[in-house]
Every structure is written in structure tokens, then in C-alpha cells.
């Protein structure tokens, strides 16, 4: 019994905690925003022999400027970023990083459609995008290491021997599966494409809608500008992806609900095996004290005063079961919340529920053993050897 609750109070937290994780990271894109991407998330892009079922061009440099100067949307706001590298070395003066840090080339309006919040500073501005000035955003697990005790505010620090002016710290963000979102620097766009010339550098183009209402008209004219921009004729499909927070987070929920599903149907085929278990202990049990209920039928004990003895020793069984699982489920829950650097959200009703589970369970299997040491003859029970 304590192993079906496990599974259920266990697999519910983990999931719990993935789900709380996953939504907060992306719900702060917020409902009004989609991105425009290589893949659709989640696109099966292989098949049989592991091969890639489509390849879709990455997004290039050209794609992006032809989109931001022919998209006229009205109320939106257009980001435009890619990722340089995520494993760059930041020094200052004479400290540096560990080579971890992941470096952006954004734009002015990435923040702002990325939901991500300045803690100290300002954020990039037009003029620092357009004027290729070498400012940056850092990420706040720089104040526990470069600038511990020290406002980095208007320092300068250098990443691949090109020196940058702080303007801006963010505030934290946490891991998401492993992945630090706290130890990157942002800096303007141009800058970063001079800094990181890699070839087939992949961008993203994130858009904002200020009105939700519009958000669908929005989409629909985003996905004829850029299929332009692609030179695709009616009949081809996109080859590139179109990504709703909301529509992932409805991904993640159905996900969820799957695994919920399946750690009720693996906690209740343990328990019901569990109840047959008891139900034979306590069978077993009853033969083996037939003296003793013998002797206390004997001192004047009734019929009920010997069911409820068996009945609450079941519940009591089946509670001692249901508090080792919940212990064990927690503990499962806080190990993979701590894995994966997720928060941890106490499983209540999960615990409220296998409390219940375990209590009508014990009363099931411990219903036959009780009545059948009630019915026990006195005398019968005083001759059993």
C-alpha cells in the first residue's frame, strides 16, 4: 500500500513541479506573443532510420531585415535575437567566468516581448541598436561572482577581446531543465553579429501584439509576410514554425494530464493488490488469535467490540501505509525538483487523496476478516490449539 501511494504522491509532485516550471518560463512571453522559428515545438522531425523527416532553412540575417521592414502590423513591437555563443568567457579587470555564459544579439524590443524585467539599469535601447554601441545586460548570477559587493552599473567587461559598458541588470529567472538563465549577457544586435561570425547563424523573430484581440490577425499576417520573404508558392507548406506560448502551455497541460493518468492507474493497481494482501494478513491473523477472541467472547466481549478491534487495526495498517508513501512521494518530488532546479509545490491534494484511498481500502479488506472474527463460537474458539 505504501508503494501505491508512493507512485501516486510521487509521480504527482514531479509532475507538479515540471508543469509549475515549464508555465512560469513561459507564460512570461505572455498570451499576446509568437514567435517565428526554425521548427514548430514539438515537430516530429525524424523518422524511420532517424532521419529527418523535413529540414526547414534556418533564419537568416536577410529574412529577419526583410521581415522587420515589411511587416506593418498595427500595435505590435518586433524582436529580433539569436544566440552568439553558450559557452563564452567574461573578464573583469582581473576576474573572469568560467566559459558558460550565454551571449544574445537582441534588439531594443526584446525584453519587453520575452517578458524579461531589468532589476538595476536600463534595458538596450534603439540608439545602443542602431548605433552600434558596445553596452550590454547582464544576467544577475554575475553579482555573486564578478561584482560581488560592487554595482556593476557602467563597468566595463569583455567578452572575445571586445569591451562592453554595463547599462543593466536583469533580474533572476532560475535554471530551466540545467540551463542557467541567469548567466548570460544581451548586446545590441549588430554588434553581436560582428563579434559571432559563425556561418548559418539561426535568429529568432519574436512579435508582441499590445491588443490579444488582434493577436490571430497578427499571426495570419506574419505568416504571409515571411512566406513571401521565402518565395513560397500557395501549394508549398511553411517551411518555417510559428510558436504560441499559450499553445505550448496547452502542450504541457495535455502532456501533464497524461502522466497524472498514469500514476492514478499504477497507485490503484498497486492498491488493490495491497487490499487483497491485507485482507489475507488479517485472515491470517484472526486464525491465529481464535483463542483470544475465544477468551474475550468468553469475559462477556460482544460481537462488535471484536469487529471493531479487526477493523481498527486494518485502518490503523493501512494509514501507516499511506504515511510511508506520502513521506516517500515527497521526497521523490523534492529529489527531482533539486535534479532539475525546479520549484517545489507540495502535493496536497494528491496527499488528501491517497489519506482517503488508503482509508476506504482498509475498511474493504478489513470488512470480511472482522465479521468473520464476530461470528467466531466461543466455546469452538477456547478448544482451537
Known amino acids: 500500500m505504501g508503494i501505491g501511494i508512493w507512485a501516486l504522491v510521487g509521480i504527482l509532485s514531479a509532475v507538479k513541479a515540471l508543469e509549475t516550471n515549464i508555465a512560469g518560463n513561459f507564460a512570461s512571453m505572455g498570451s499576446n506573443t509568437f514567435n517565428i522559428q526554425r521548427y514548430e515545438f514539438g515537430v516530429n522531425r525524424r523518422g524511420p532510420g532517424n532521419e529527418r523527416k523535413k529540414i526547414n532553412p534556418i533564419i537568416r ?21 539569436f544566440q552568439g555563443t553558450s559557452t563564452a568567457e567574461v573578464k573583469f579587470e582581473n576576474k573572469k567566468t568560467d566559459p558558460e555564459v550565454q551571449v544574445f544579439g537582441v534588439n531594443e524590443n ?22 552600434n554601441n558596445n553596452v550590454c545586460v547582464i544576467g544577475s548570477d554575475f553579482l555573486k561572482g564578478l561584482f560581488e559587493n560592487e554595482n556593476p552599473l557602467d563597468k566595463t567587461i569583455s567578452i572575445r577581446g571586445v569591451k562592453f559598458k554595463i547599462v543593466g541588470v536583469l533580474e533572476s529567472k532560475g535554471s530551466t531543465f540545467g540551463n542557467n538563465q541567469d548567466l548570460k549577457v544581451l548586446v545590441p544586435i549588430q554588434v553581436a553579429r560582428s ?20 493577436m490571430q490577425g497578427a499571426q495570419d499576417q ?15 507548406e511553411n517551411d518555417f514554425g510559428i510558436l504560441r506560448s499559450d499553445d505550448l502551455l496547452n502542450q504541457v497541460a495535455t502532456i501533464s494530464g497524461y502522466l497524472e493518468v498514469s500514476a492514478w492507474i499504477i497507485s490503484i493497481i498497486t492498491i488493490l493488490g495491497s487490499s487483497i494482501a491485507l ?85 474493504i479488506a478489513g470488512s470480511y476478516p472482522a465479521t468473520k472474527a464476530a461470528r467466531l463460537d466461543p466455546i469452538e474458539s477456547l478448544r482451537y490449539e
Do not use: H
Open 279 to 363: 485482507m489475507n494478513i488479517m485472515l491470517v491473523s484472526v486464525s491465529e488469535r481464535t483463542r483470544e477472541i475465544g477468551v474475550r467472547k468468553a469475559l462477556g466481549a460482544k460481537n462488535t467490540t471484536i469487529s471493531t478491534q479487526f477493523f481498527i487495526e486494518t485502518i490503523v495498517i493501512g494509514q501507516f501505509g499511506s504515511i510511508l508513501g506520502i513521506i516517500l512521494g515527497i521526497l521523490t518530488g523534492l529529489a527531482f525538483a533539486k535534479l532539475f532546479d525546479f520549484d517545489f509545490t507540495l502535493p496536497i491534494a494528491a496527499m488528501i487523496w491517497a489519506t482517503i484511498i488508503t482509508f476506504v481500502v482498509a475498511v
Open 110 to 131: 526584446y525584453l519587453d516581448n520575452t517578458g524579461v524585467k531589468i532589476d538595476q539599469g536600463r534595458n538596450l535601447n534603439v540608439f545602443d541598436v542602431k548605433n
Open 222 to 236: 506574419a505568416t504571409i509576410t515571411f512566406r513571401n520573404i521565402r518565395g513560397l508558392s500557395p501549394v508549398e
Open 195 to 214: 563579434v559571432f561570425t559563425q556561418p548559418n547563424i539561426n535568429y529568432t523573430i519574436s512579435i508582441k501584439v499590445d491588443d490579444k484581440a488582434m
Open 61 to 81: 540575417y536577410n529574412d529577419v531585415r526583410q521581415f522587420v521592414d515589411t511587416y506593418e502590423y498595427p500595435f505590435t513591437s518586433t524582436s529580433v535575437s
